[in-house]
Each structure stands twice: as structure tokens, then as C-alpha cells.
């Protein structure tokens, strides 16, 4: 299995076909992925690479972490699992819609329509 990298302050000009040959330089890509914002489709500025060996994925933080990609300075590094969310509802921290009419539950300050609110 390979080794999963984070790359960031990617140029937006960026996409999956010019990071994958850029990593290419160090050895096999299994995966590149330039990560984009869903509704414009511009790239947000960072995205991960999946080098087939640990060696290979070594090899490329060595050769780019700092390296100059169109004017910036890369960071690469060793991407972490991404972290587990939390059912939030739409109200955060667990409220839901905040209760209905008679306003959120009785030890919140967020009420719905017409009530519930402490001041």
C-alpha cells in the first residue's frame, strides 16, 4: 500500500493531471487530487498525492516540501487521517432546527418562533 501525502499552497491554476506529473519526478503517482470548492470548481489551494512506496513518498517531501510550483513554495508533508464529524444537525451541537415554534430545548438560549429565548 502507499503513502498518502498533503500538499498545499498549490497555485489555483493547479489540477489533477500537472500534480500528478510533477510527483511523477520521485516515482509511481497511484492518485493525485487537487481539492476544489463545489460550487465554483476552483481549486482551494491544496490537494494529496498517493505515492506507491513509502521510500517514493520519502523521496517527494524531500524534493518539494518548499519547492517553488509557479511562484509558491509548496508544503508537502505526510497527510493525517481526517478527523471523524459530528452529527450536527442544522443547528449545531446536536439542537436540530432549534425546537419548532415553541423554541429550542429548556437549557438553551436558541429558540424557534416565538419563544423559548432567555435574556
Do not use: C, H, W
Not at 69 to 94: C, D, L
Amino acid at each position: 500500500m502507499g503513502k498518502k501525502l498533503y500538499v498545499g499552497n498549490l497555485p489555483f491554476s493547479a489540477n489533477d493531471a500537472s500534480l500528478e506529473s510533477i510527483f511523477a519526478q520521485t516515482g509511481t503517482v497511484e492518485s493525485a487530487k487537487v481539492i476544489t470548492d463545489r460550487e465554483s470548481g476552483r481549486s482551494k489551494g491544496f490537494g494529496f498525492v498517493e505515492m506507491s512506496s513509502e521510500q517514493e513518498a520519502a523521496d517527494a517531501i524531500a524534493k518539494f516540501n518548499g519547492a517553488d510550483y509557479e511562484g509558491r513554495a509548496i508544503t508537502v508533508s505526510e497527510a493525517k487521517p481526517q478527523a471523524p464529524r459530528e452529527n450536527r444537525g442544522f443547528g449545531g451541537q446536536n439542537r436540530g432546527f432549534g425546537g419548532g415554534f415553541g423554541g429550542g430545548n429548556r437549557d438553551s438560549n436558541r429558540g424557534g418562533f416565538g419563544g423559548g429565548r432567555r435574556y
